[in-house]
């Protein structure tokens, strides 16, 4: 079956320090691959996404790369700041996302000032 | 616009009791998945309904788990005879269907059963 497998935290950064975190799925086919983050106490929001093969999802600094030959989604940012503190999921889904959520097991992140 | 709503958001169950957990998807939104998030874990889909339909119950528990969305009102997860091991965080999300098909998370149950 689909699986997502994701780099362990927790990972902890200084300020405008540069950020990957690593995802690699398995899955037939093409599936749509997703980041989302959650912060303390509150459920998980979309932070980007990507459909197809060689499309770069990018939200608020952060960017993730389609790359079906390596079957891979890293989490990007350039400059990490106190309030990017959270923790992040790499998620799959079939059908452009109208099916269930296959997920990572998250990377808890935390900035330091 | 408000988002999806869960209540409540904590729950404390007795092992044996039953839990009701609600979600009122966003306004329009017609698709209701339900997760959980076991500590320290990623989230686990349980079920995927539309109104009055359960689409993919795949990841739903064999016994004392069931879901429902009716035409109206919000959606149920019920738990029957809970034990220690449903202590968790449950999630729904919502999405519009119709070629829009992100999914909206709301701020999820904590139930612990004691």
């Known amino acids: 079956g689909d699986s997502v497998t994701q780099m362990e935290g927790p990972v902890t950064l200084s300020e405008e320090a540069f950020l990957t975190i690593n995802c690699t799925y398995t899955?037939?086919?093409?599936?749509?691959l997703f980041w989302y983050v959650q912060y303390p106490g509150e459920g998980l929001q979309l932070l980007l996404k990507a459909t197809k093969a060689d499309d770069k999802g990018s939200n608020k600094g952060f960017e993730a790369t389609y790359r079906k030959e390596t079957t891979s989604f890293h989490l990007e940012k350039g400059s990490v700041q106190v309030s990017d503190s959270a923790v992040y999921f790499c998620a799959l889904s079939r059908n452009f996302g109208n099916e269930k959520l296959t997920f990572g097991t998250g990377t808890r992140l935390t900035i330091i000032p | 616009n408000a988002g999806v709503m869960q209540n409540p958001r904590h729950l404390v169950r007795r092992r044996g009791q039953e839990a009701r957990l609600r979600c009122s998807p966003m306004?329009?939104?017609?698709?209701v998945y339900w997760y959980r998030q076991l500590p320290e874990e990623g989230l686990k889909f349980m079920v995927y309904l539309q109104k009055e339909n359960i689409i993919d119950e795949s990841g739903m528990p064999k016994e004392r788990f069931s879901a429902e969305f009716p035409k109206e009102g919000p959606s149920i997860l019920r738990i029957q005879q809970v034990v220690r091991g449903d202590s968790a965080a449950y999630f729904c999300?919502?999405?519009?269907?119709?070629?829009?098909?992100?999914?909206?998370f709301g701020p999820g149950t904590r139930l612990t059963v004691t």
């Open positions: 306004k329009g939104h017609s698709h």
């Open positions: 899955a037939t086919g093409y599936p749509s």
């Open positions: 999300a919502s999405s519009p269907g119709q070629s829009d098909y992100e999914q909206y």
